[in-house]
Every structure is written in structure tokens, then in C-alpha cells.
């Protein structure tokens, strides 16, 4: 289970990856119902990783399209929280390996939610001239009532491939019709663009700048349109075409579909958020990126504020699923997952305030106003940090991706000092959901062993 649950007043919401979708009583942990994913898409062996989005009685959800066996396009689906029934889906994207791994926002009787695709991994299967490539990433509005594509804003142009919206959620401030996005890398660009890049030219002078890559982009929530956008990088395209290895599990030699050049693969892999400034004016929207860079721009204008890099990238973070923030602080999981390119040393992170250095993962707290880091606290087993964090009441809650130890931590907001752990017995890849002094974090990943569970911890 890697989704954060979504909870109401009496019921948590989550899906899991054998391919289920679930209700249990959050004050009980009895099940109310659960059903296939499969039954909502028609696509067999399909299953969702995202947290359902609520509105009303109404829960929506993306799914991943089926394994790869039979990938089919990506949907998005709408179901009745009371009975489990089916509302309605909608096809999202029209390219086979497509899939929804983002959760939606939902603001005015509308869904945003971005697409992604398995394009980039098949591209280390399928090598040219066998491959071709046929996805670009998109924002799309829903209807909540009806699943109608009210619209669909791309991120890249046509001509250019990748681009994908698939770090946990979005933001959006109603008052200013705005809904934040980020986005990927590229995974192939025209010729031109490398012919340019090659004989000497620059990003600015060889890339579209309709290209937005590895971007925080601001659209009008009614229609579409790219109020702004900004890069996290001058350029970046790659795609697993140009060789992976993860130790112990698999390795994949590079292959004729790498571009030349090539960048790091470091996509904005969570969704913006809003915080800081003086009430609603004067804001800032920013995002951790895969590189370990924390970004914060004007959400009116896109200008940088300021921008930290609090940990060393990879293919894998960085930082990447989702931070928190109580209004003053961010809280940051850092994975410092090395697998930059085909090579696999984590980096090493200065921890702050002196605390040396360490190859590991854990999180960080970093001034929401200036960027400064607060505090750096690496994970007590020594494993990657991947999971989306949540903050309450002064405590940040976190968990670690150890395979067989997979731990969920308390941390003190003003220090990083753990205050408790618990030996989930597998994999934690999951945010962890609070409410009425419970919280709510499932264990087992498909990147790891262990068990697929949903805990209740009280506060």
C-alpha cells in the first residue's frame, strides 16, 4: 500500500497494489467494502496507487492501466463512497502505456489531475527503430458530476515526448483561479534539438520554450491556459533507454532510444504547494525536485523567491512524493537514492547545524520565507526516505523504505528529534493521513517485501 488514505468523518478510502480499492471504518478498522479496480476500469489485472480525491459522496481516482503485459490508456473513475458502485469513468489520455499515478485536486465541481505513462521504462525493451514514441503529459480537468474533459492542457509540444504530471497532488487557490502542476523530463526531443545542443547552443536558443520540462507551471483553472511556468532545469532529457541499475533487483544496459546528450532525469516528482508570505498575499508555491532542490516561485508571477538544495539527487530523489508545511516550515523525506544515470552510489548529504555527513536518507525542515534549512535528521536505519510526509500538532510523521524494516518515525517539527518508531514489518512507501488524533499509514510497497497493511496510531 503506497497511497496516503483519504479520510471522511467515519471512513478511510485507499487502494492497494493487488489491485483493490477499499472502505473501512476508521474508528474500527472493520471493512465496509472493497472492490476490484478492474471492475471500475474493464481493464483486467488493473489496480491504482493514488489516493482517492473526495468531494461529496463521490471519491475519484486514476488507475495505471493494467500491468505492463496489457497496459490499455489511462482512466480516471469516479465511485459512490456509500455503496462502492461505479459513477462513471473517462479515458484520459489515448496512448497505451498512459496511467494516472497523481491524486486529484478538486475545487468548484472540478477534478485536475495529471497523466504519465510507462513509455519512458519501455524504452530500455523496445529499441529503435521498433520503438516509437507517442506520449506527452497533460493536465486534465473533470467534471466531478458527470467525468466530462472540461479541458486538457499539455506540457510539452508536439514533436517532444515526455513531460509527465505524476508527483502526488496539486494546489489550487481559488481566489486566484489558479491550479499549480509540476511536471517531468523529457524522454525524447526532435533531432533539431540535439543537432542545436550538440554544435554548441544553448537550451534557450535549441529547446521550445513551450517546452515545459522539469516545470512548475500555474494554469487557469477554467481553462487550461499556461499562466506561467518555470524550469527547474535548462535541460533535461532521458529515459531508461539509457541504462539502470538497482542493485539486487535488476539491471538495464543503455540502449540506441538515450539521447545525446542526456540530463539527469530529475523531474518535479510531488506536487506544489502553497505557504509562506502574509496571509493570501505575497505567497509562495513551491516543490522538492529529484535533484534535492526545494524550489519556491511568486505563485502570482513564477519569479523565484528562493530555491535550497537540501540533499543530494537520483534517478529516485532527491526529494520526490510529497512534503508538508504548517504555515512557517517545510518538511521534506529525502531518498538520496544515488541511480544518477546507470551508476548507483547514493551521495552524500551534509547534514546541518554540524551533524557531518551520512549516505543515507531521512528528512529536513527548512524555513518556508527564506529557504534556510532548520534541520536535517538521517533515518536511524540507514535506508531511503521516499514517503510523502504530514506534519500536526509539532510532530512530523515519516517512514523508511527498509525492505525488511520498514519503519514509520514521529519527529519533533522544532528539532527533528525522533520522539517515536514502529517496525511496520515491510516497505513503507506511504503517507501517513491524520485526523482526530489518529494517524492512518499503510506498509508494503511494490518496490520492496512485506506485508500490505493499514495501521490506526493514536496521537
Given at each position: ?361 531521512g528528512w529536513a525542515s527548512l524555513n518556508a520565507n527564506s529557504g534556510a534549512v532548520k534541520w536535517t535528521t538521517p533515518d536511524p536505519l540507514a535506508s531511503r526516505a521516499e514517503a510523502a510526509v504530514s506534519v500536526a ?67
Open positions: 500500500m503506497t497511497a496516503t488514505p483519504a479520510l471522511d468523518d467515519r471512513y478511510a478510502y485507499f487502494p492497494d497494489s493487488a489491485g483493490y480499492l477499499y472502505k473501512v471504518d476508521r474508528k474500527t478498522g472493520k471493512l465496509i467494502w472493497k472492490n476490484l479496480v478492474s471492475s471500475y476500469t474493464n481493464i483486467p489485472n488493473d489496480y491504482a496507487r493514488a489516493t482517492p480525491a473526495i468531494s461529496g459522496n463521490v471519491l475519484i481516482l486514476g488507475n495505471q492501466s493494467g500491468k505492463l503485459s496489457s497496459p490499455q490508456p489511462a482512466q480516471v473513475f469516479a465511485v459512490d463512497k456509500n455503496t462502492g458502485l461505479r459513477l462513471w469513468h473517462t479515458q484520459v489520455d489515448s496512448t497505451t502505456y498512459s496511467m494516472v499515478t497523481q491524486s486529484a485536486v478538486i475545487a468548484n465541481g472540478t477534478a485536475f489531475v495529471g497523466t504519465t505513462s510507462n513509455e519512458e521504462l519501455m524504452a530500455a525493451y523496445v529499441p529503435p527503430p521498433a520503438w516509437q514514441w507517442s506520449f506527452r503529459g497533460s493536465v486534465v480537468a473533470l467534471d466531478v458530476a458527470t467525468g466530462a474533459i472540461k479541458w486538457q492542457t499539455y506540457t510539452i509540444p508536439k514533436g517532444y515526448f515526455g513531460g509527465s504530471v505524476w508527483g502526488s497532488t496539486g494546489a489550487v487557490d481559488v481566489d486566484r483561479n489558479t491550479v499549480f502542476m509540476g511536471s517531468g523530463n523529457n524522454w525524447a526531443v526532435p533531432q533539431a534539438v540535439l543537432d542545436c545542443m550538440n554544435s554548441g547552443g544553448t537550451p534557450t536558443s535549441c529547446i521550445d520554450p513551450n517546452d515545459h520540462f522539469d516545470s512548475i507551471l500555474a494554469l487557469d483553472m477554467t481553462t487550461g491556459a499556461v499562466k506561467w511556468s518555470a524550469r527547474g532545469l535548462p535541460y533535461d532529457t532521458w529515459n531508461v533507454g539509457c541504462g539502470l541499475n538497482v542493485p539486487g533487483v535488476f539491471t538495464l544496459p543503455p540502449n540506441a532510444n538515450c539521447p545525446n546528450p542526456k540530463g539527469p532525469d530529475w523531474d518535479f516528482a510531488q506536487g506544489p504547494m502553497l505557504f509562506g508570505g502574509n496571509g493570501n498575499a505575497g505567497r509562495l508555491v513551491g516543490a522538492g525536485q529529484k535533484s534535492g532542490m526545494f524550489w519556491a516561485f511568486d505563485e502570482d508571477t513564477g519569479a523565484l523567491r528562493w530555491s535550497t538544495q537540501v540533499a543530494p539527487g537520483g534517478l529516485t530523489g532527491g526529494l520526490q512524493w510529497g512534503s508538508a508545511n504548517d504555515g512557517q516550515f517545510i518538511y521534506v523525506a529525502v531518498s538520496n537514492s544515488g541511480m544518477t544515470g546507470a551508476g548507483t552510489t547514493p551521495g552524500v548529504w551534509q547534514l546541518a547545524n554540524g551533524g557531518g555527513t551520512t549516505t543515507s536518507g500538532n509539532g510532530v512530523v510523521f515519516g517512514c523508511n523504505l527498509d525492505y525488511t524494516n520498514g519503519t514509520m518515525y514521529a519527529l519533533d517539527s522544532s528539532n527533528g528529534k525522533v520522539l517515536w518508531s514502529f517496525n511496520s514489518g515491510g516497505a513503507c512507501n506511504a503517507g501517513p493521513a491524520i485526523a482526530d488524533g489518529v494517524v492512518f499509514w499503510g506498509s508494503g510497497s511494490t518496490s520492496g517485501p512485506g506485508p500490505l497493511k493499514l495501521f490506526a496510531f493514536g496521537l
